[in-house]
């Protein structure tokens, strides 16, 4: 097999002396979607987070491409075609739906923009509506269909979705979930994402891994993980949709 | 009526170098949530710098004085800016991510830094020059034989900062470079995520408020004709009560406060004591902390959930 686009390799992270990942390992492969589910606080954002350099792994290392990328800088990291969805949303909340699509543009030189932004506005037609509007005053779905409209317009090929499903009605839920499919689909992007709805994920994602208190303790195809019974047990029960 | 004309045309000269220093410290507390405290002392220096270039200028010859001024102007903004930009290299850099204060206390040390720096350099004693514009438009006279007018350099002063303004507002409202300052100033985090190189986009923010701070200074000395290595503190103090007052972090704010300021004192001093002008300023600090925190055009700080 081929060397995977995104690679961790034992992975430490900590907050000040507070260890949040103990030693993570964990491969994405190009044109994948792989999903990381876990309980709050088990350590899911800060991965995402730590792929970023920010916080930078103590230990271990992140390869993307075969490239370390350990101790790069965030925004360095950023033009290698990584793109991040990050946890709540981060919308810049005083700049219009149209800035905030621009500034996702800012590392490719503005060249497909005009292409980019009408292709986002079939993908999200209600960004298109809403496009004068300032980032703070919509609503939580539009936001975060703004949020991946923003990374999608670096033209990543490793997209990172932080929760895009968190705290969105069921319908929204499915129409984002069906937008990454296709894009996974139609456009092969590789797709690396963190959720609580499990359910949802596993069902959407190729491949899953299942982190607990920093560590990853289970992981398999999205099929095989959803029959398991410790991960219905934990995730799913009462939470099935 | 005449009498207040001519406070309200002072009050705008004064209030429009209030504003250009004000503007710096918007915009570094906007991008990186510290008060610059050197910020006046950058001033200062721009003033000092626009002295030896006017000097330097007239001895090369070159009398046409709106030429001079210009070149003044442009070699003051030029070498002021890599004054603000090795500040921000030397004294706040290192300290980003480290606690609160840290940077704040080194503004302070950087601010003594740097009067002590000109104080040796140039000297302790009150620099002047002579007028290099002069004249101006009579506008009303009263019965008794008051004339209200405005001086050339009053015209000079604040058209300037209306140009400058008015180009400053358009660079971080619709370039890219201000697109970036403004993501920086609302998530510095998210910023980064989208590649923007945030300290780089820090350092020019620096760059800018020093510019602007060095047309204060050059203003400061073809106005008043006199400098010397403390001006800095008084003038850097009101210009952030102006910020303050107009809105800590808002740019129109800023520009609002200045004149405000401005006005403030000039009245005070017109129609009470100009010895006690910098009470007027001051007070309207206390009241502003106290009544309205966030300032005219603020915005309060609400909790993001």
Known sequence: MSEPLLAVRGVKTYYGNIIALKGVDLDVNE????????????GKSTLMMTVFGKPQAREGQILYRGQDITRMETHEIARLQIAQSPEGRRIFPRMTVYENLQMGAAVTGGQHFASDLERMFTLFPRLKERMGQRGGTLSGGEQQMLAIARALMSRPRLLLLDEPSLGLAPLIVKQIFGAIGELNKDEGLTV????????????????????????ITMSGTGRELLAKEEIRAAYLEGGRQ | MEYFLQQLINGLTLGSIYGLIAIGYTMVYGIIGMINFAHGDIFMVGAFVSLIALLLITALGITAVPLALLLVLVIAMIITSLYGWTVERVAYRPLRGSFRLAPLISAIGMSIVLQNYIQIVQGARVKAIQPIVTGGIPLMESADGFV?????????????????????SLIVAKTSLGRAQRACEQDLKMAALLGIDTNRV????????????AVAGCMYLVYYGVLDFYIGFVAG??????????????????????????LIEAFWAGYFSSEYKDVAAFSILAIALIFLPTGILGRPEVEKV
């Open chain 1, 31 to 42: 044109g994948e979607i792989v999903a990381l589910i876990g309980a709050n606080g088990a």
């Open chain 1, 192 to 215: 690396f994402l963190v959720e609580q709805n499990a359910y949802h994920a596993l069902k959407l994602a190729h491949r899953g891994y299942v982190m607990v208190n920093g560590v």
């Open chain 2, 148 to 168: 209200a007018r405005i001086a050339n350099i009053q015209i000079i002063i604040i058209v300037t900062t209306v140009v400058l303004m008015t180009v400053f």
């Open chain 2, 202 to 213: 820090i350092s020019l923010t620096f760059v800018m408020g020093a510019a602007l701070a």
């Open chain 2, 237 to 262: 103090v009101k210009a952030f009560t102006a910020a303050v007052l107009g809105g800590i972090g808002s740019l129109p704010g800023a520009m609002l406060g200045g004149i405000l300021i401005g």
